[in-house]
T-cell receptor, first 113, second 108 residues
Framework: KAGVTQTPRYLIKTRGQQVTLSCSPI?????VSWYQQTPGQGLQFLFE???????NKGNFPGRFSGRQFSNSRSEMNVSTLELGDSALYLC????????????FGPGTRLTVL | AQRVTQPEKLLSVFKGAPVELKCNYS??????LFWYVQYSRQRLQLLLR??SRESIKGFTADLNKGETSFHLKKPFAQEEDSAMYYC??????????FGKGTKLTVNP
């Protein structure tokens, strides 16, 4: 079974631009969660989608948004990029949710200049 | 509020020595706790979860509700155990809250 895939793997943007990251979950998994990983703050939860609906949201500004498609693939979007948005963005897929095991993708490394 | 604290950013032990990675949590309900591991150049993966009470790669962790701790232990560390270890809590909101991680280095 293929694992969680994320595209692109690396991205360089400048301040003020916007970016879209993509996550394809493991086949059959219906829930996708997104996390931001930085050296200072560690892993922070962004949001979770289940069956195309946002089920949970972390404490991030509205510039961070996401969506999930009917095939469970998910995208997250960051608008008006700031230097502090430079991070590794991880997505994780789960069969259903709750205490099911989360399977992580390799991440997208975003650098904002 | 849900919070996970890993007090040690770095931990260094010698091969064959016992290792304990500390994790304390703050949560008013009954938490589900996990340990995730990230080896060099690999993706984050689940190591173990308290509800399964299993031992993975020789690691065990016991949930101590009185001390609100979920420390990860291994009696004899191996060099291949060198990695970043994250403790995580799943509370009522069904979102994982991670600690900031402990980098374990096992020296030969």
């Amino acid at each position: 079974k293929a694992g969680v895939t994320q595209t692109p793997r690396y991205l360089i943007k400048t301040r003020g631009q916007q970016v879209t990251l993509s996550c394809s979950p493991i086949s059959g998994h219906r829930s996708v969660s997104w996390y931001q990983q930085t050296p200072g703050q560690g892993l922070q939860f962004l949001f979770e989608y289940f069956s195309e609906t946002q089920r949970n949201k972390g404490n991030f500004p509205g510039r961070f948004s996401g969506r999930q498609f009917s095939n469970s693939r998910s995208e997250m979007n960051v608008s008006t990029l700031e230097l502090g948005d430079s991070a590794l963005y991880l997505c994780a897929s789960v069969i259903g949710g709750g205490s099911d095991t989360q399977y992580f993708g390799p991440g997208t490394r975003l650098t904002v200049l | 509020a849900q919070r996970v604290t890993q007090p040690e950013k770095l931990l260094s032990v010698f091969k064959g020595a016992p290792v304990e990675l500390k994790c304390n949590y703050s949560y008013s309900g009954s938490p589900e706790l996990f340990w995730y591991v990230q080896y060099s150049r690999q993706r984050l993966q689940l190591l173990l979860r308290h509800i399964s009470r299993e031992s993975i790669k020789g690691f065990t962790a016991d949930l101590n509700k009185g001390e609100t701790s979920f420390h990860l232990k291994k009696p004899f560390a191996q060099e291949e155990d060198s990695a970043m270890y994250y403790c995580a809590l799943l509370g009522g909101s069904e979102k994982l809250v991670f600690g900031k991680g402990t980098k374990l280095t096992v020296n030969p």
